[in-house]
């Protein structure tokens, strides 16, 4: 009897439980579908700030709602097969019955806990395109070559995603590499794919100009910010000083001799950026401004990063970027993660782009950080 009661206050505990989320579900679809109408008013549509805000916002919450159908679907389904077992004699379809019964309660948990990190505030920046820079770090000529080796590792992942990579402005190593190099990512959710590469990547391995054979440990930083929209910052151009040069490095004859590139300084905050990769000095200026823009936003960005590792362990690298997360160690063919303690033994396959693996397992630890302090 004691037996036949615990199991009648888990499975009420679980019903209230599910009709908990299906409420909170529901009423996510009504405002899904308010803001589906407003975007057809024509004051919305005038109001271009506005309108993208709301159509980022119908955007989000459409996965939230389309998990939720298939969520609701499932546990009807489930009442459904439950009925016909309490009412049905036929064995043949009570036999049916028992399979869906036994399938999608198997299924069911995955569904919510898919549903619940849905539910988690994400990080608004996650959907925006990104600007990557790697630079050289501590030892000389090998961690610039090792920058261009990290700078064509993402560059083949990038072609894997079917994401473009605009290159806006680069520093070539004296031995080949790079002492820095910026570009632009853009496709869908870079930022939010990209952001747990920030970091200083270490490398382990026989240097080029190494004549004796020994290994050598060199390093290299990646930054990966999210771009700021037109509309995230405005810049009195008042504060900014415009410098025009002649552009270095390849390009051809044309880019080289003519003045076309840009460098910019916000005089306020004292950033500076400049863009040289475009014959035309009017598309390096627009790239610049870009970049200003991006700069400008992520000054304030890296204090909402800051605040959320002051409150919980984070995946997510904070403007303190002097934080080792990885380490490539060629002898042993090995690649370490360190945040995680994930570690691979194909690091040429790994260099040819072949990242998403570690990627989904930060994401996976990052998911169960959010739903553990969601859950405080």
Same mark, same amino acid.
């Not at 999210?226 to 880019?255: L, W």
């Not at 590792?309 to 690298?317: E, G, N």
């Given at each position: ?39 057809t008013d024509?004051?919305?549509? =005038?109001?271009?700030?506005? !309108? ?5 916002? !119908? ?7 389309? =998990? ?33 019964? =036994? ?39 090998? =961690? ?23 290159? &806006? ?23 939010? &794919? ?8 270490? *490398?382990? $391995?026989?240097?080029?100009?190494? #004549?004796?054979?020994? *290994? ?7 930054? *990966? ?31 080289? &001799? ?13 950033? *500076? ?5 475009? $014959? ?13 823009? &991006? ?31 990885r380490t !490539? ?6 690649? #370490? ?30 998911n169960a ?8």
């Amino acid at each position: 009897m004691d037996f036949l009661y615990l199991r009648l206050i888990i499975r009420k505990t679980t019903e209230m439980a599910e009709n908990s989320l299906l409420e909170k579900l529901g009423q996510i679809k009504e405002k899904f579908n308010s803001i589906g109408t407003q975007l057809t008013d024509p004051e919305i549509i =005038a109001d271009m700030k506005k !309108y993208v805000q709301f159509n980022k916002e !119908y955007k989000d919450l459409q996965v939230i709602v389309e =998990a939720g159908d298939k969520y609701a679907k499932m546990v009807s389904d489930l009442e459904g097969a439950k009925s016909i077992l309490l009412t049905e004699k036929d064995e043949d379809l009570r036999e049916m019955a028992k399979e869906e019964v =036994a399938a999608i309660e198997e299924a069911l948990p995955r569904m919510e806990e898919e549903i619940k990190i849905l539910l988690i505030p994400a990080d608004p920046q996650d959907s925006k395109n990104a600007i990557l820079e790697i630079r050289g770090g501590a030892g000389g000529d090998e =961690a610039a070559i090792f920058a261009g080796d990290l700078f064509r590792m993402y560059t083949k992942y990038f072609e894997r995603r079917g994401w473009k990579c605009e290159v &806006t402005n680069v520093s070539e190593g004296t031995a080949g590499g790079y002492k820095e190099i910026v570009c632009k990512v853009s496709g869908e959710k870079v930022y939010g &794919t990209l952001k747990y590469e920030s970091g200083v990547h270490r *490398v382990q $391995r026989v240097p080029q100009t190494e #004549t004796q054979g020994r *290994v050598h440990t060199s390093a290299a930083s990646v930054a *990966v910010l999210p771009e700021a929209d037109e509309f995230d910052v405005e810049i009195d151009m008042k504060d900014v000083r415009k410098d025009i040069f002649c552009s270095s490095g390849p390009g051809g004859q044309g880019v080289n &001799t003519t003045y076309s590139a840009i460098r910019l300084t916000h005089i306020p905050s004292g950033i *500076v950026v400049q863009c040289q990769d475009e $014959r035309s000095q009017l598309k390096n200026l627009d790239k610049a401004m870009q970049e200003l823009r &991006t700069r400008l936003y992520n000054m304030e960005y890296e204090k909402y990063l800051n605040d959320i590792t002051a409150k919980r362990k984070t995946m997510v690298s904070t403007g303190d970027r002097s934080a080792k997360i990885r380490t !490539y160690n060629y002898p042993q063919s090995r690649m #370490t993660d360190h945040r995680i303690g994930y570690t691979m033994y194909n690091l040429p396959v790994f260099m040819d782009g072949d990242i998403q693996e570690v990627i989904d397992q930060l994401q996976i630890a990052e998911n169960a950080e959010r739903l553990k302090a969601a859950g405080e």
